[in-house]
T-cell receptor
Framework: DAGITQSPRHKVTETGTPVTLRCHQT?????MYWYRQDPGHGLRLIHY???????DKGEVSDGYSVSRSKTEDFLLTLESATSSQTSVYFC???????????FGDGTRLSIL | AQSVTQLDSQVPVFEEAPVELRCNYS??????LFWYVQYPNQGLQLLLK??????LVKGINGFEAEFNKSQTSFHLRKPSVHISDTAEYFC????????????FGKGTKLTVNP
């Protein structure tokens, strides 16, 4: 939907390793978001971006960093992964003006 | 700040029965309201939205929702469900005139049984 591609779709890694998830969009939307989805918690915002090089923290930003060097790409990095970061991660984009966000298909990340 | 409460975490119903999924929100400012659906192993898809105007909003797949400002509710309804409606449903709010961020409820898993 809205030309959003997340990569990788699945990843298994070990505690303490760095991990980078990529979100690529083809819709030229100004806003991009990273969420994590955990049972019983719904979706929680990690970080978001309101333009190239413009980012801000969300509700659960500790342990995560982001970068946006181009309109179409938004990277989420776990500098040193922990087991508590095992989750399904969703990227979303939006044109702004309170129009609905569009979601990617998610990345299932397991940290052992 | 905004918060969203979805009152039922799981709702089982029989095929062709009506269903209502409840959503209440809390906000000190006016909000925009959304319902999203998530099928297994997929991302979220927009079902419907309330931005302004008529408080009864119609969405895709025969769903509708009614915005009730006095009760701060935005309940989702369908008069007759199908097996294919089995999914998880999320209510979300965004403050008017504020950030472009959504606050989600914890979701309601709808299971339609034959």
């Amino acid at each position: 939907d809205a030309g959003i591609t997340q990569s990788p779709r699945h990843k298994v890694t070990e505690t303490g390793t760095p991990v980078t998830l990529r979100c690529h969009q083809t819709e030229n939307h100004r806003y991009m978001y990273w969420y994590r989805q955990d049972p019983g918690h719904g979706l929680r915002l990690i970080h978001y971006s309101y333009g190239v090089k413009d980012t801000d923290k969300g509700e659960v930003s500790d342990g995560y960093s982001v970068s946006r060097s181009k309109t179409e790409d938004f990277l989420l990095t776990l500098e040193s992964a922990t087991s508590s970061q095992t989750s399904v991660y969703f990227c979303a984009t939006g044109p702004g003006s309170n129009q609905p966000q569009h979601f990617g298909d998610g990345t299932r990340l397991s940290i052992l | 700040a905004q918060s969203v409460t979805q009152l039922d975490s799981q709702v089982p119903v029989f095929e062709e029965a009506p269903v209502e999924l409840r959503c209440n929100y809390s906000s000190s400012v006016s909000v925009y309201l959304f319902w999203y659906v998530q099928y297994p192993n997929q991302g979220l898809q927009l079902l419907l939205k309330y931005l302004s105007g008529s408080t009864l909003v119609k969405g895709i797949n025969g769903f509708e929702a009614e915005f009730n400002k006095s009760q701060t509710s935005f309940h989702l309804r369908k008069p007759s469900v199908h097996i294919s409606d089995t999914a998880e449903y999320f209510c979300a709010v965004s403050p008017q005139g504020g950030s472009e961020k959504l606050v989600f409820g914890k979701g309601t898993k709808l299971t339609v049984n034959p």
